[in-house]
T-cell receptor, first 116, second 110 residues
């Protein structure tokens, strides 16, 4: 159990376009989901925390108007990279927690975004 | 401000135990020690966590020193598939945020 999926697994887009990445918890309800970004040879950096039905909380330095997060249900959160530019090329990873007591986070497989 | 310190890299032989150290000298009483690993180009995978007692599961064992200032993750019989970056993270129980440091790159060699 505790599977988190992401779609797409990779995407290539032109500069200036928007890209939507989906994160789904397949066998549990996730009250809280997280979005991370990882540049090559670097560690994961938390971008934002999203709770179902409420606005996301963004980490310092992350532009909320550029990285739109929607957590419309207990099993789905989406990250939209608006007007993507080459510097947005990265590995985007989501994770989810059930919120029941003290649980580990379950991570998705990641989405590789390449902006040309 | 790094809460944990880990060696940058380590090698281990296939079939042998891999002992991964982590220092967390500023850990507070309500912070747990978590271990995750990330295989190349995949999302992190939860391994184990503990507060003060040693813990064991099907993947690994976690040994926490009595003063809680350091811990060791033990992979009892390392396989080539255990090659990954291993992250030691301290986290307050009611705080969902995970702060990933640089981790330890573990290479298991045949």
């Amino acid at each position: 159990g505790a599977v988190v999926s992401q779609h797409p697994s990779w995407v290539i887009c032109k500069s200036g376009t928007s890209v939507k990445i989906e994160c789904r918890s397949l066998d549990f309800q996730a009250t809280t989901m997280f979005w991370y970004r990882q540049f090559p040879k670097q560690s994961l950096m938390l971008m934002a925390t999203s709770n179902e039905g409420s606005k996301a909380t963004y980490e310092q330095g992350v532009e909320k108007d550029k990285f739109l997060i929607n957590h419309a249900s207990l099993t789905l959160s989406t990250l939209t990279v608006t007007s993507a530019h080459p510097e947005d090329s990265s590995f985007y990873i989501c994770s989810a927690e059930t919120g029941l007591g003290h649980n580990e986070q379950f991570f998705g497989p990641g989405t590789r975004l390449t902006v040309l | 401000d790094a809460k944990t310190t880990q060696p940058t890299s380590m090698d281990c032989a296939e079939g042998r135990a891999a002992n991964l150290p982590c220092n967390h000298s500023t850990i507070s009483g309500n912070e747990y020690v978590y271990w995750y690993r990330q295989i190349h180009s995949q999302g992190p995978q939860y391994i184990i966590h503990g507060l003060k007692n040693n813990e064991t599961n099907e993947m690994a064992s976690l040994i926490i020193t009595e003063d809680r200032k350091s811990s060791t993750l033990i992979l009892p019989h390392a396989t080539l598939r255990d090659t990954a970056v291993y992250y030691c993270i301290v986290r307050v129980a009611n705080d969902y945020k995970l702060s990933f440091g640089a981790g330890t790159t573990v290479t298991v060699r045949a």
